[in-house]
């Protein structure tokens, strides 16, 4: 019931109690077997027994409804810190019986498996030894449940949800109408089909900037932004699956793309990696264009039907294969022209996108050396690169907004006001931003949080998360679980909710110093 990264509904919360007790009961089995094995105890009483379990019973009397109301309270703390209303409708009773069921659950499933396990050491046994037939069938249920989970249960769902997804992916969300101007994929002049495009891609192609709206807001002219974009059913219109090669021919067609609309003449050129269904951060991408006066084009595909949790669970290589595939391919072009008429290349993407996305480079250096500029938002734990990056920090630095070299090319960043954090070194270019959140449960879950204490957890928390935040063994990994449920339904700046800042985020990447500009877009943003 203690705090973690952002506030939890009642029913997230009985989940995440239900699986911590679940795990707490194992844990106290675990130790009582290995105590009776070492036979380190005696047969106790029946009297001494009998005053135990009044103990316990005492003890939970007092214990639970009194972290039930403690629970609801320091959730309200996290709803203030992140900038939601307090809540007073917090089922107490919904928590417990909820929480209840799932531990017996989980419990029947444990002692099922462990069923199963000593069947097949009874049966292996008739012509081995016992320590043989148990290690063996330790083994093989081991095997079998690791396919299960791994191979068996990730396909399948993969395969389930793909179809739904695929069919959700035919419409267009409300208020998108097929564009006319010719910058965009999609439009009648476009090699890109309107209906090939998927439901993000149409609402990536037809939102954005006009010419107008930037001279609008900047007093200047401005030139319409381009936007380009290959959908996956222009080379996988039966939903079979992405692979390489496809891949390959999806960037070879954004790559016409951007001839056909004169992306190369454009000041700006900008790779951006989606997440699973080919979602854009239409905030990151509209900032950038306000701030360079529309004089700039923004190359996208999709790769996948599926949103991000599941595309991670199902196929965690096709991300990869198209940050590399994509950027590789618009990098391979840009270089064929003069170097005094080449566009400054910037790479950026969100989630799924930044993990992806960052995969086109070998490390930071390469980063710096192929393009003019990067930012990665909201990347997740398990992205190679950021890791890399963030346990290159220097002495002293927090994980949660590491320092690198001092700041010379690379910056991490909550808020803006971070970018320029005194003690910082000059600002060099080519820049690197990664923006994140502390109360970001995408960026900090991991597998780690098991049986490990994080750096971040070992220092002082972020603005967002509340001082109380602890770590507890496998507590903690299924509190922070669960926060990714719904890590984007909360205010931006929160979270994994990233918005108008991004206006402030690119200024700093491009070296834009007009102030005013910036509040201006933030303020159209938001």
Known sequence: MSPSLLPRPWYLQAVATGLSVACGYGVGVLVVWGVRRMELTREWPDRLKRWGWYAIALAAVIVLPLFLVLGAWWQNI?????????SRSWD???????????????????????????????????????????????????VVLVFAVEGLLATGIARISNGSAAAADTGSAEGVVQPTAPERSGSPQSNEQWDSLGKEGRTFVASGPTSQDITDLTGSPALTPIRVYAGRKSVDADGLGL???????LAERLVAELDRTGAFDRKYLAVATTTGRGWVNNSVASSLEYLTGGDSAIAAIQYSFLPSPLAFLADRDTPLIAGRAVFEAVYQRVQELPENDRPKLLVFGESLGSYGGQDAFSGVQDMLARTDGALWVGTPNFSEQWSRVTDSRDPGSPE????????????FAAEPSDLDAPGLVDWESPRVVYWQHPSDPIVWWSFDLLFGKPDWLREPRGVDVDKGMTWIPLVTFWQVTLDMALAAE????????????????????LGIADPALVERVTDELR
């Open 400 to 411: 949660i907004l590491p320092v690198i070299y001092g700041g010379q090319n690379v910056r």
């Open 243 to 249: 692979g390489r090669s496809t891949v390959d021919s």
């Open 92 to 142: 107490y009773a919904g928590v417990f019986v909820v929480a209840a069921i799932l531990f017996v659950l989980v419990l029947l499933l444990a002692r099922g498996i462990r069923w199963v396990t000593d069947r097949l050491i009874t049966l292996i046994g008739r012509v081995l030894p016992p320590p043989v037939s148990r290690g063996i069938a330790v083994v093989a249920v081991g």
């Open 490 to 509: 909360v205010p931006e700046g929160h979270g994994h909710a990233y918005g108008p800042d991004a206006a402030s985020m690119w200024a700093s990447v």
């Open 78 to 86: 996290s709803r203030d810190l992140v900038g939601i209303e307090p």
